[in-house]
């Protein structure tokens, strides 16, 4: 699926997998954030960090009406306070969405997949 959207000089398609690179690059960013978790699965209660070409992996996209639906999957730094954390990465990815794409945002779903010690370390 793509959004379409129309301007005065034609017409642009943008693919959900890339709607989904802008959205997790950006989500990583957010304090509290340890990194992007596959929304397959979590096999035997460890859940994989995802690097930053496979961010679309744990970001689901429906559009309908050129209004977006955001499921992501995300795992934690432990010692934040997750409501915070999930609130944060809502609103920035609901404001980044609408200030590059110029869509309106209906839900952006957080699911936690997992709380890690964060080391430093991005992936």
Same mark, same amino acid.
């Given at each position: 699926?793509?959004?379409? #959207?129309? %301007?005065?000089? /034609? &017409?642009?398609? #943008?693919? %959900?997998?890339?709607?989904? &690179? @802008?959205?997790?690059? *950006?989500?990583?960013?957010?304090?509290?954030?340890?990194?992007?978790?596959?929304?397959?699965? !979590?096999?035997?209660?460890?859940?994989?960090?995802? /690097? =930053?070409?496979? =961010?679309? *992996?744990?970001?689901?996209?429906?559009?309908?009406? &050129?209004?977006?639906?955001?499921?992501? =999957?995300? #795992?934690?730094?432990? /010692? +934040? *306070?997750?409501?915070?954390?999930?609130?944060? !990465?809502? &609103? +920035?990815?609901? =404001? +980044?969405?609408?200030? +590059?794409?110029?869509? *309106? !945002? %209906?839900?952006?779903?957080?699911? @936690?997949? /997992?709380?890690?010690?964060? %080391?430093?370390?991005?992936?």
């Amino acid at each position: 699926m793509t959004l379409e #959207i129309t %301007n005065d000089y /034609g &017409s642009i398609d #943008i693919s %959900n997998e890339v709607i989904a &690179s @802008v959205v997790g690059s *950006k989500a990583v960013e957010c304090y509290g954030i340890v990194g992007m978790a596959s929304r397959q699965q !979590v096999r035997d209660g460890i859940a994989e960090i995802l /690097g =930053y070409e496979n =961010y679309a *992996k744990g970001i689901v996209v429906r559009e309908e009406n &050129s209004v977006l639906d955001v499921d992501m =999957y995300i #795992i934690v730094s432990y /010692g +934040t *306070k997750i409501s915070e954390v999930a609130s944060n !990465v809502q &609103s +920035t990815v609901k =404001y +980044t969405l609408e200030q +590059t794409l110029k869509v *309106k !945002v %209906n839900s952006i779903n957080i699911f @936690v997949q /997992g709380v890690r010690v964060d %080391n430093g370390k991005k992936n």
